[in-house]
């Protein structure tokens, strides 16, 4: 799963999961679901759908992490500079929930810059 979402930003579906494991799709389907009772992923509700795997979001958020022309999307600034801290140098930008004002925070070589209180 993790490996899905870091390489394509996308979380498989329940028949790719079931193909790249060897497993059927009935094995998977329960699998995520037990994962999800035990609060170690997301799904969407009432489906079989990953919403999301710590640190990556499967759907679109504010927070959006760029590396070399490739994006993901993270569910806060916490799991976005993870994904960063995962992946490598980018830039991880959002905005500002008093002002609205765009956010931008980069990391290179391990070092983040930027303007922001991440709290």
Same mark, same amino acid.
Do not use: Y
């Given at each position: 799963?993790?490996?899905?979402?870091?390489?394509? /930003?996308?979380?498989?579906?329940?028949? %790719?999961? !079931?193909?790249?494991?060897?497993?059927? %799709?009935?094995?998977?389907?329960? #699998?995520? =679901?037990?994962?999800?009772? !035990?609060?170690?992923?997301?799904?969407?509700?009432?489906?079989?759908?990953?919403?999301?795997? =710590?640190?990556?979001?499967?759907?679109?958020?504010?927070?959006? +992490?760029?590396? /070399?022309?490739?994006? $993901?999307?993270? &569910?806060? +600034? $916490?799991?976005?500079?993870?994904?960063?801290?995962?992946?490598?140098?980018?830039?991880?930008?959002? =905005?500002?929930? #008093?002002?609205?004002?765009?956010? %931008?925070?980069?990391?290179? &070589? /391990?070092?983040?810059?930027? %303007?922001?209180? +991440? =709290?």
């Amino acid at each position: 799963m993790i490996q899905t979402l870091s390489r394509t /930003g996308a979380a498989p579906s329940i028949a %790719e999961t !079931a193909a790249s494991t060897g497993g059927s %799709e009935a094995a998977v389907r329960t #699998a995520l =679901h037990a994962l999800a009772d !035990a609060h170690r992923l997301v799904l969407v509700p009432g489906t079989d759908t990953v919403r999301m795997a =710590h640190p990556f979001s499967a759907v679109p958020t504010d927070f959006v +992490v760029t590396i /070399g022309g490739r994006r $993901w999307f993270a &569910n806060c +600034v $916490w799991d976005g500079l993870s994904i960063l801290g995962l992946l490598g140098d980018g830039t991880l930008t959002t =905005h500002s929930p #008093a002002t609205r004002k765009p956010i %931008e925070l980069t990391v290179t &070589n /391990g070092t983040v810059s930027g %303007e922001a209180l +991440v =709290h």
